[in-house]
C-alpha cells in the first residue's frame, strides 16, 4: 500500500479539528508537524501555524509557549489581532501586565469590536494597579527573607530555614514572585556560597537550591543561568552539570540533578511533565548547547571523581532526555549518541559491580544502567539504526572475550563480562539472549563458578539465574548451569547461596501457576520458599542486599497457590518484605510489586470455554489447571491480610523507580486492593491516591489505566478533599441509561 503523504495544510486542518475537539495535546503535536513541512516563503501559512499553536499551549498552561508563538507569529504579520490578543493573556498569565497590557490595546485598536478584547483590556486595567501595590509588598517581602536567608541576619539556623522557605513559597506562588526572588540572577552567587560552604546546615543548602530550582522554571532564566558563567559555553555546562558533584546527601544531588533537567526543557522547549514535547525549531537554534551537555554528562559516567548517586543521576537523565520515543529531544540525537563514544560509556558502567570497579557504582546502578540500555535500544526505530546499536554491542562484548582468559587480568574482565551480561538481559533482553548463545561463553563460566573466589561464584550463579527466563534461547547454559547452581547453594558464603538460591527458585516456578506443569514437588518449593524467609527475617545478620535477592526468589514461588497461602499466613514474613522495602527502596520495586500481583491475583486470566477444553483434551493437548486455592475466597483472604500488614506504604516506598513495567506491576496490585470496600480507607490514608496519580503519568500505558481504574475505585464513596488532597474536583451531570440523574466524575491532575 502507497502511504498517504499529508500537506502542511491538511495537517493543519486536523489540528482545527484537534482544537475544537479540546484534545490541545494532539492539537500542540499537529501544528508543530505542519510547520516541519513549510519553509520560511510560507509566511502567511506559517503566521497560522504559530498563532493556532498558541492557542494550543495557551490551553495546556504553557504560557511561554504560547508568548514564544506569538512573537513569530507577529514576525510575519505585526497586525495579527490573533496573535496580539494571544501574546497578551499569555503575558498576563506569567505576570507582565504591563506588555499584557499594550497587547491588549494594540489589539482592541485593530478590532474594536471585540468583546473578549475589551473585557481583558478592562481586567488588565485593575490587575496593572493591584501588582503596582503588590509588587512594592512584594519587593519589601524578598529584601527582608533575603537578608535572613543569604546576608547573615538570621539569628539560628531555624530562622534561616524558615526565610528561605518563604522565598521558597513566593517563587512557587507566582511567576512576578519567582521574578522577584531571581532579580536578575543576583540569587545564584548567594546560593553557591551556601553550596560551597561545608560548614553549612544541609537542610539550608537543599532549600536553597530547591529555590534557584524553581526560579529557573522560567526558560529564558534557565538559558541565562547556562550562559552566564562563560562565553563559549564549555566552562559554564560543566558548572551546572557538576553542580551535583559538590555535595553527597541524597537530596541534594537529587535538587541538583532537577537543575540540569531544567536545562534540557529550556534547550529544547520541552516538559515532560506537562507533556510538553520538545520544539524542533527550538532545539536546532540551541543544538551546540545540547552537544555540549550531552557531552559533559557523558564524561562524568567514567569520571572516577562522581560518586554513585551523581553517577545514577546523570543515567537517569539520559533516560529521560536522550530517547524521542519515549518524550526527549528530538530524533536523532540518540543515534548520534549511540554512532560517538555514548553507548560504549554505558556499555562500560553497565560490566561494574561494587565489588570491582573502576569508578563508583552500587548495586543500584545495574537496574538504571539496564532500564536505559532497554530505552536506548527501542529509540533505534529502523533497521539501520538498530545494526549500529547491535555492531556497537556485539563489538564491547568480544573485546571482553578476547581478554577473558588473559594470565593476568583474566579474572577481572571475566567479571566485567557477567556483570555487562547480566545488566543485558535486565534491559535489551533479546540482544543479552543473542550473546549467551556464543560457545566460549560456557566453559568461562564453569570456570568461574568452580573457582575458590566467593566473588567469581557469586556473579556466575547471577548470570546463569538470569538465562533461565528463556530456555529454548538459551540451552547450552541450562544444560550445565542448574547443576551448578545445586552445587553453589551449598555454599557458606551467603552472598554465593543466596544467588543460587534465586536460580532454583525461577527454575522451580517455571511451571507459572499452572499446576500440571509444576517442575519440583511441592515439599522442594516450600523448602526453596522457607530458606528465603531465613534471609529475609535475619536482618541483622543478612544485609539489604543478600535479603533482596532473597526477596527475588520469593518472587518467583509467588505463583504457586501453596506458597501464597503459605507467605499472608506468616505475619513476620510480611512485615519482612515492608522491612526491606523501606530499607532498599526501588532497588526491590519490581521483585516486592511481583510478590503482590501474584498474592492478589492482579493479572487477567482469559475465561475459559468449557466446549474448548474438553476439544482440547480430546485432541490430547495441555489444558492448564486452576489451582484450588487460587479462588476468590482465597484471594479475599491474601489481599486483606497484605494491607493489613503494610503493603501499601511498601508500594509507595518502592515506587520512585524509571521501570514503567515495575510501575505497572505496583498499579495493578493497587487496584486488586481496591477491590474491597472496606480497605479504601486505609489504602488512601497511606498514601494509595497520591501514588496512584503518579502512576497514570508514569506506568506503562496498561499500567496508567489500572491506576486510573484504583483512583475510580478509591473516590466514589469518599470526599474528594480526603481522599486526593490538592487536587480539584468537577461536578458533572448525566442523564439517562443506567447511569441515574447525577454522577460526580473527579478529573486530577498535578
Not at 498552561?61 to 490578543?85: I, T
Not at 485598536?109 to 483590556?121: A, F, M, N, Y
Not at 492482579?602 to 470455554?609: L, M, S, Y
Not at 497514570?696 to 491506576?707: F, H, M, N
Request: hydrophobic residues 40%; charged residues 30%; proline residues 3%.
Amino acid at each position: 500500500m502507497v502511504a498517504r503523504v499529508q500537506t502542511a495544510e491538511q495537517i493543519r486542518d486536523e489540528g482545527n479539528a484537534a482544537i475544537k475537539a479540546q484534545d490541545y495535546v494532539k492539537a500542540d503535536e499537529l501544528y508543530t508537524d505542519a510547520l516541519q513541512l513549510t519553509t520560511d516563503d510560507d509566511k502567511t501559512l506559517r503566521a497560522v501555524l504559530y498563532r493556532n499553536r498558541a492557542l494550543a499551549r495557551l490551553k495546556r498552561d504553557d504560557y511561554e509557549g504560547a508568548q514564544a508563538d506569538c512573537n513569530r507569529a507577529l514576525e510575519y504579520d505585526g497586525a495579527d489581532v490573533k496573535a496580539l490578543f494571544r501574546r497578551s493573556l499569555a503575558r498576563e498569565k506569567l505576570g507582565n501586565v504591563g506588555p499584557a497590557f499594550q497587547d491588549a490595546k494594540e489589539a482592541l485598536r485593530l478590532s474594536p469590536q471585540d468583546k473578549g478584547i475589551v473585557e481583558t483590556l478592562q481586567r488588565l486595567v485593575k490587575a496593572n494597579n493591584e501588582k503596582i501595590k503588590q509588587t512594592t509588598s512584594l519587593s519589601n517581602k524578598v529584601s527582608e527573607m533575603e537578608k535572613l536567608a543569604f546576608r547573615g541576619e538570621a539569628k539560628s539556623v531555624e530562622q534561616k530555614i524558615t526565610a528561605l522557605n518563604n522565598l521558597l513559597v513566593l517563587c512557587r506562588e507566582s511567576e512576578s514572585g519567582a521574578t522577584g526572588v531571581w532579580n536578575n540572577g543576583a540569587i545564584i552567587p548567594f546560593v553557591m556560597n551556601l553550596i560551597n560552604d561545608k560548614a553549612e546546615n544541609e537542610d539550608v543548602v537543599i532549600t536553597a537550591v530547591r529555590i534557584l530550582d524553581e526560579t529557573l522554571k522560567n526558560h529564558a532564566r534557565c538559558l541565562k543561568f547556562l550562559q552566564m558563567h562563560d562565553e563559549d559555553g564549555i566552562r559554564s555546562v560543566r558548572f551546572v552539570c557538576r553542580l551535583m558533584c559538590k555535595r553527597t546527601a541524597k537530596e541534594y544531588v537529587d535538587s541538583a540533578g532537577i537543575l540540569v533537567q531544567r536545562t534540557f526543557n529550556a534547550l529544547a522547549k520541552m516538559d515532560r511533565q506537562k507533556e510538553m514535547k520538545p520544539d524542533p525549531e527550538v532545539a536546532e537554534a540551541n543544538k551546540v548547547w545540547i552537544i555540549r551537555v550531552l557531552l559533559e554528562l557523558q564524561d562524568m559516567l567514567q569520571d572516577t571523581c562522581v560518586g554513585v548517586l551523581q553517577r545514577e543521576t546523570v543515567i537517569d537523565l539520559f533516560l529521560k532526555n536522550l530517547m524521542h520515543m519515549d518524550g526527549g529531544i528530538p530524533r536523532g540525537w540518540s543515534w548520534k549518541f549511540v554512532e560517538d563514544r555514548g553507548l560504549l560509556t554505558l556499555l562500560d558502567v553497565a560490566s561494574q559491580i561494587p565489588e570491582q570497579c573502576d569508578y563508583p557504582v552500587s548495586a543500584e546502578t545495574r537496574q538504571h544502567v539496564a532500564i536505559c540500555l532497554q530505552r536506548l535500544e527501542e529509540d533505534m526505530v529502523f533497521d539501520t539504526r538498530r545494526t549500529v546499536f547491535k555492531e556497537k554491542v556485539d563489538s564491547f562484548f568480544g573485546s571482553l572475550m578476547a581478554n577473558a582468559f588473559d594470565t593476568a587480568e583474566g579474572h577481572k574482565i571475566r567479571v566485567k563480562l557477567a556483570a555487562f551480561l547480566i545488566t543485558m538481559l535486565q534491559g535489551p533482553v533479546d540482544i543479552g539472549l543473542n550473546l549467551i548463545t556464543n560457545d566460549q561463553l560456557t566453559p568461562i563460566m564453569l570456570q568461574m563458578a568452580s573457582s575458590d573466589n566467593h566473588l567469581m561464584q557469586g556473579i556466575a550463579a547471577e548470570l546463569i539465574v538470569a538465562t533461565v527466563s528463556k530456555h529454548e534461547r538459551a540451552l547450552n547454559m541450562l544444560k550445565v548451569g542448574i547443576p551448578v547452581l545445586r552445587a553453589l547453594y551449598n555454599s557458606e558464603d551467603p552472598t554465593v547461596k543466596v544467588r543460587a538460591l534465586v536460580g532454583l527458585c525461577k527454575i522451580g516456578a517455571a511451571g507459572g501457576d499452572d499446576i500440571s506443569r509444576a517442575t519440583m514437588k511441592e515439599e522442594a518449593v516450600l523448602n526453596l520458599a522457607k530458606t528465603c524467609k531465613k534471609f529475609l527475617l535475619e536482618t541483622d545478620k543478612y544485609s539489604v542486599d543478600i535479603r533482596r535477592y532473597a526477596c527475588e526468589g520469593l518472587s518467583y514461588l509467588s505463583l504457586d497457590a501453596d506458597v501464597k497461602e503459605w507467605i499472608v499466613d506468616d505475619s513476620l514474613l510480611l512485615k519482612a518484605l515492608v522491612l526491606l522495602a523501606e530499607k532498599a527502596g526501588p532497588l526491590c520495586v519490581y521483585t516486592l510489586a511481583t510478590i503482590y500481583a501474584n498474592l492478589s491475583n492482579a493479572f487477567e486470566k482469559p475465561k475459559v470455554d468449557e466446549e474448548m477444553v474438553k476439544l482440547a483434551q480430546f485432541a490430547k493437548h495441555h489444558v492448564p489447571e486452576t489451582h484450588p486455592k487460587d479462588t476468590e475466597e482465597f484471594v479475599e483472604k491474601r489481599v486483606r491480610a497484605l494491607v493489613e500488614e503494610g503493603a501499601v506504604p511498601a508500594c509507595v516506598a518502592v515506587s520512585k523507580t524509571e521501570s514503567k513495567n515495575a510501575l505497572e506491576l505496583i498499579a495493578r496490585a493497587i487496584l486488586a486492593f481496591a477491590e474491597y470496600e472496606d480497605l479504601r480507607g486505609r489504602i488512601i490514608s497511606e498514601g494509595g491516591t497520591v501514588l496512584c496519580l503518579r502512576l497514570t503519568k508514569e506506568a506503562t500505558p496498561e499500567g496508567k489505566i489500572k491506576a486510573a481504574h484504583a483512583i475510580a475505585k478509591l473516590g466514589t464513596k469518599a470526599d474528594p478533599t480526603i481522599s486526593f488532597p490538592g487536587q480539584r474536583a468537577y461536578e458533572v451531570r448525566r442523564n439517562g441509561g443506567n447511569f441515574g440523574s447525577h454522577r460526580k466524575i473527579l478529573n486530577f491532575y498535578s
